[in-house]
């Protein structure tokens, strides 16, 4: 039977039972937290090497300003999380439980996990949670060089066969590392995806992130992301939504609306909506598109970017492709490269040294570009609201137009989504998720 958590005070005392079950049984408040501990507030559920594996269903109630100061490499509600593969029983459930005004601030010396909800994670499933109005900082100035940050909205970091359903992230995300020897993922709902492509696949579904993504970093290895700073071996990602505006003060860095970089990984029925402003490169739905290097290619289709690339080199749906698939995709915002004054030239991919661009489409109009370097047909924007102009498009089951999204194509509301992955069936309300929030998202426009 579940232990049953009324206040925050018992909240805390999960980490003396790593492995317990745990249910909320009311809304918490967590406004004392700021005052506990000499400042430093809650102390994360988990660590490295003791990490939480047991589960946690927060019933559909709410934190409340929970305040984090920590100076530990992994921060968050979770600190650190991982289960065991043997089994899907084994994996850690976290589920139903919205973070409201949750304040994260951390600053350590050594590499640093850092989400509002969870730090780092492994075989692990986080299904309908959601952070609102969070503010998450972290900082490794003081760290050796060569460390990495990693942070996120919701999560820093997951691996090894992660699930994430139904959850969301509306927050502030700020990437500190001043130095040029750091490597920083950040991301809006998730810092970095990595996994292993001998192992399952981590799977997003049915996610989103709203907010904002700054960076304060001179590291060449800086890579940000609307939902997600890198995406890599062998993920999946399916009908997710970004509006995360990102700033950034580098030139090294490379930047994605949706996606900083994707490696061997498939996204399918995804879009963005967020600018990008500052200086680096990147593109309205991804920076760069490539592989593993052991033979696992990238697939994005289905997709599409509204968002403006206003950066020192940017495109309107992807910087560069070195490797991989790009179908049935397409973008409407400013793509350019900053030779001043500036000239518009890039209008859905910018450089295409390997990969395959099918069917794809930009806006010559709203991009005020006529040309992309590296591929794709340029529309007006009467052409762009047209069904026709879409060569093998799937308008039955995929896509549809209509005055929704400005008139451009969105995706539609009657498609199969649980059929379409390959989820465990560990949670039964899995086949009852409600998916009309992203795809009523889709249908706003800019």
Same mark, same amino acid.
């Given at each position: 039977?579940?232990?049953?958590?009324?206040?925050?005070?018992?909240?805390?005392?999960? +980490?003396?039972?790593?492995? @317990?079950?745990?249910?909320?049984?009311?809304?918490?408040?967590?406004?004392?937290?700021?005052?506990?501990?000499?400042?430093?507030?809650?102390?994360?559920?988990?660590?490295?090497?003791?990490?939480?594996?047991?589960?946690?269903?927060?019933?559909?109630?709410?934190?409340?300003?929970? %305040?984090?100061?920590?100076?530990?490499?992994?921060? !968050?509600?979770?600190?650190?999380?991982?289960?065991?593969?043997?089994?899907?029983?084994?994996?850690?459930?976290?589920?139903?439980?919205?973070?409201?005004?949750?304040?994260?601030?951390?600053?350590?010396?050594?590499?640093? $996990?850092?989400?509002?909800?969870? !730090?780092?994670? !492994? %075989?692990?499933?986080?299904?309908?949670?959601?952070?609102?109005?969070?503010?998450?900082?972290?900082?490794?100035?003081?760290?050796?060089?060569?460390?990495?940050?990693?942070?996120?909205?919701?999560?820093?970091?997951?691996?090894?066969?992660?699930?994430?359903?139904?959850? /969301?992230?509306?927050?502030?995300?700020?990437?500190?590392?001043?130095?040029?020897? $750091?490597?920083? %993922?950040?991301?809006?709902?998730?810092? +970095?995806?990595?996994?292993?492509?001998?192992?399952?696949?981590?799977?997003?579904?049915?996610?989103?992130?709203?907010?904002?993504?700054?960076?304060?970093?001179?590291?060449?290895?800086?890579?940000?992301?609307?939902?997600?700073?890198?995406?890599?071996?062998? /993920?999946?990602? %399916?009908?997710?939504? /970004?509006?995360?505006?990102?700033?950034?003060?580098?030139?090294?860095?490379?930047?994605?609306?949706?996606?900083?970089?994707?490696?061997?990984?498939?996204?399918?029925?995804?879009?963005?909506?967020?600018?990008?402003?500052?200086?680096?490169?990147?593109?309205?739905?991804?920076?760069?598109?490539?592989?593993?290097?052991?033979?696992?290619?990238?697939?994005?289709?289905?997709?599409?970017?509204?968002?403006?690339?206003?950066?020192?080199?940017?495109?309107?749906?992807?910087?560069?492709?070195?490797?991989?698939?790009?179908?049935?995709?397409?973008?409407? !915002?400013? @793509?350019?490269? +900053?030779?001043?004054?500036?000239?518009?030239?890039? @209008?859905?991919?910018? +450089?295409?040294?390997?990969?395959?661009?099918?069917?794809? $489409?930009?806006?010559?109009?709203?991009?005020?570009?006529?040309?992309?370097?590296?591929?794709?047909?340029?529309?007006?924007?009467?052409?762009?609201?047209?069904?026709?102009?879409?060569?093998?498009?799937?308008?039955?089951?995929?896509?549809?137009?209509?005055?929704?999204?400005?008139?451009?194509? $969105?995706?539609?509301?009657?498609?199969?989504?649980?059929?379409?992955?390959?989820?465990?069936?560990?949670?039964?309300?899995?086949?009852?998720?409600?998916?009309?929030?992203?795809?009523?998202?889709?249908?706003?426009?800019?």
């Amino acid at each position: 039977m579940a232990i049953l958590i009324h206040n925050v005070a018992e909240l805390q005392a999960m +980490n003396n039972d790593l492995f @317990g079950e745990y249910e909320l049984a009311n809304d918490i408040d967590a406004t004392e937290t700021i005052t506990w501990n000499g400042g430093a507030g809650f102390i994360p559920i988990g660590k490295e090497f003791n990490n939480f594996m047991g589960k946690f269903n927060g019933k559909g109630h709410k934190i409340t300003n929970l %305040y984090i100061n920590a100076t530990v490499p992994f921060v !968050g509600l979770f600190g650190c999380v991982v289960g065991m593969l043997s089994g899907p029983l084994d994996r850690v459930i976290i589920r139903d439980v919205e973070l409201v005004n949750p304040t994260v601030i951390t600053a350590c010396n050594q590499t640093l $996990y850092c989400g509002a909800l969870c !730090g780092g994670s !492994g %075989y692990t499933w986080f299904i309908n949670c959601r952070v609102t109005n969070g503010t998450i900082q972290a900082d490794i100035t003081s760290a050796p060089a060569g460390k990495t940050l990693t942070i996120g909205g919701l999560i820093g970091s997951t691996s090894l066969a992660c699930k994430i359903v139904s959850c /969301s992230a509306e927050a502030s995300v700020e990437a500190i590392a001043t130095g040029t020897n $750091y490597n920083v %993922y950040a991301g809006g709902l998730v810092g +970095n995806v990595y996994d292993s492509s001998i192992l399952p696949e981590t799977c997003i579904m049915n996610c989103y992130s709203l907010g904002t993504i700054s960076s304060d970093s001179s590291s060449s290895g800086c890579i940000l992301g609307g939902l997600s700073g890198n995406i890599s071996g062998c /993920s999946t990602v %399916y009908l997710c939504y /970004s509006k995360t505006d990102i700033v950034n003060t580098y030139t090294d860095t490379l930047c994605g609306g949706f996606v900083g970089r994707f490696i061997a990984s498939v996204a399918d029925r995804c879009f963005s909506t967020g600018k990008l402003t500052g200086l680096g490169g990147g593109g309205g739905f991804v920076g760069w598109v490539t592989d593993d290097g052991a033979g696992h290619l990238s697939t994005v289709t289905n997709c599409f970017s509204r968002g403006d690339g206003l950066l020192e080199h940017s495109a309107g749906f992807v910087l560069m492709v070195t490797s991989g698939t790009i179908e049935n995709c397409y973008s409407t !915002g400013i @793509g350019r490269i +900053n030779n001043p004054p500036f000239i518009y030239v890039t @209008g859905f991919c910018f +450089n295409n040294v390997g990969g395959t661009l099918t069917h794809c $489409y930009w806006d010559i109009i709203t991009s005020l570009c006529g040309m992309s370097i590296g591929g794709g047909t340029g529309l007006s924007t009467s052409l762009m609201k047209q069904q026709s102009s879409f060569t093998g498009w799937d308008f039955i089951s995929i896509w549809e137009l209509g005055a929704e999204n400005d008139g451009y194509c $969105y995706l539609r509301a009657d498609v199969d989504m649980v059929n379409e992955m390959t989820l465990d069936a560990v949670v039964d309300e899995l086949n009852d998720l409600d998916y009309t929030k992203i795809l009523d998202l889709n249908k706003l426009g800019v």
